[in-house]
C-alpha cells in the first residue's frame, strides 16, 4: 500500500448520512479505506445497501440491526444515491461488485500486519460456479493470493469444517454470497472466526465472476438502470422488485425529514 494512503486513512471514521434511518458511510474511495483497515489488520464489516435491503430492513428489525452494527455501510444501489441527492448529499455510487474486484485485484500489493500478502476466501453460489470464479480471477490476476473457495449449498457438517477451514487459514478479506439477509446474518454470526478479516457480502457475484451470468451493458449501469437488465435477466424477481418504487415513493415523503 503505498505511504500517501496510509497516512491519508490512518485515523479516519467515516461520517454517516441515513437512509430510510440506515447509515450510509461517506467516504471518497472505499477500496482505499478498505486496503487501509487490511494492511492493519483490522477487522470490518462491509454492507452493500441499495433500495431493495433498505426496504427489506423496514421489514426484518434483524436485518436493520446488523446494518446498523456494520462498520462500512456502501452506497450500492442508484436509488440510494438518489435518495441522498434529494438531501444535497452528493455521492458516487459505489456497486458492492466492484468494490469487491477492486480489492481482488490491489490485494496483493498488501502486507497485512503479520508479513503476508493480503489473501482471500470465495463462500457462496452454486456447486462449481464458486472454485469457478476463483479459478478465473487466478488466471486474471496470477499474483492474487485466493485461500479457498466453497459453493454455499454446504450441509450442517460441512459447514463445521469450513468454519475450521477459516479459523486456520485466516483469510484477510472474505466475500459471502449468499444473498440478501443470509449472507449478512452469515458474517454477523462468523465474524470473530477472523476478527482482522473484511468480511463483505457479495449477492451474487461468483455467478457474474464465473461466468454463469452477466452484468447489464455499461450504458444501462451508468443511467441507473442496472435493476431493468436483472429483471428481465431473472423475472422471477419482479416481486421483490416491487420494493423499489415503493422506496422512491418514500423517498420523496420523507424528504424535509
Ligand atoms: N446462494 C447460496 N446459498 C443459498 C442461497 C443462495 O450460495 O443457500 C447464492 C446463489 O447461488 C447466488 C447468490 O446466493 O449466487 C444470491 O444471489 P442474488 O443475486 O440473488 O443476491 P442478492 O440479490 O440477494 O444480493
Known sequence: MPELLQSRFESESPQTALVLGLPIHLLSDYPAWLLNRAQQGQGVHVVTLNAEMAMQGEQEPSLAAIIRQADLVIPDGIGVVFYLWLRRKRI????????????????AAVQTPDGRPASLFFFGGAPGVTELAAR??????????????????????????????????????????????????????????????????????????????????????????????????????????????????????????
Not at 473484511?198 to 444501462?220: M, N, Q, Y
Open 92 to 107: 458516487q455510487r459505489c456497486p458492492g461488485i466492484e468494490l469487491a474486484e477492486t480489492l481482488i485485484q490491489q490485494s
Open 136 to 257: 478465473r480471477w487466478q488466471e486474471r490476476v496470477p499474483s492474487v493470493t485466493i485461500a479457498g473457495a466453497e459453493h454455499g449449498y454446504l450441509s450442517a457438517e460441512e459447514q463445521e469444517s469450513l468454519k475450521q477451514k477459516l479459523s486456520t487459514l485466516q483469510p484477510s478479506i472474505i466475500l459471502v454470497g449468499l444473498g440478501v439477509p443470509r449472507q449478512e446474518k452469515w458474517i454477523l454470526e462468523n465474524r470473530a472466526l477472523c476478527p482482522n478479516a473484511i468480511w463483505i457480502g457479495v449477492g451474487g457475484s461468483f455467478d457474474i465472476w464465473s461466468g454463469s451470468k452477466t452484468r447489464a451493458p455499461e450504458w444501462l449501469r451508468n443511467n441507473g438502470m442496472e435493476w431493468v437488465y436483472r429483471l428481465y435477466q431473472e423475472p422471477w424477481r419482479w416481486r421483490r422488485m416491487l420494493a423499489l418504487p415503493k422506496f422512491a415513493w418514500k423517498a420523496l415523503i420523507h424528504l424535509g425529514r
